[in-house]
């Protein structure tokens, strides 16, 4: 069983290889290596691990509604919280991460005013939230007015500059 959600998964992130090329490239871009990061409807951690590598992130949180996703992020050594992110306050500190993302997760939301607030309250100065959609990406660094914002037509077409 184990084995047939590993092949599962690797053939999941071969299919999502142009998004996971451009979030590394944005990531790279944007915000370089970080200690402390988080990952608001994780999944089951893949794309968190993913994105925990490229930036070298130590400590990894999870929040997810779903708890057989969040079983299978903590296998992979995540620290992981069962929440609804349309009303949760998150359990962390002021300014405890310093990456915080939320892809594919906003548009599904019925209140994602709570959970931008709540990112941004999580968020160290100077950190990055980044957020997709099926309409692109966007990533926030440093100033909460500087947004960079990639389309997913440029995505698709590997502009990320």
Not at 8 to 21: A, M, V
Not at 87 to 103: C, G, K, Q, W
């Amino acid at each position: 069983m184990i084995q047939a959600d590993k092949s599962n998964e690797r053939k999941s992130l071969r299919q999502l290889e142009p998004k996971l090329r451009a979030i590394r490239e944005v990531l790279a871009k944007h915000v370089g290596s970080c200690e402390a990061y988080l990952d608001l409807g994780c999944g089951d951690g893949s794309l968190t691990e993913y994105v925990a590598k490229i930036v070298g992130a130590k400590d990894v949180c999870c929040v997810d509604l779903d708890p057989q996703g969040l079983r299978k992020a903590s296998l992979r050594g995540f620290r992981t919280f069962q929440l609804d992110l349309n009303s949760a306050t998150l359990p962390f500190e002021d300014s405890s991460f310093d990456l915080v993302t939320a892809m594919d997760v906003i548009e599904h939301l019925l209140n994602p005013d709570n959970v931008l607030k709540e990112a941004y309250r999580c968020l160290r100065k100077g950190g990055s939230l980044a957020h997709s959609s099926k309409h692109g990406l966007m990533v926030q660094s440093g100033a909460p007015t500087s947004w960079r914002t990639y389309s997913r037509h440029r995505l698709v077409q590997g502009n990320t500059i």
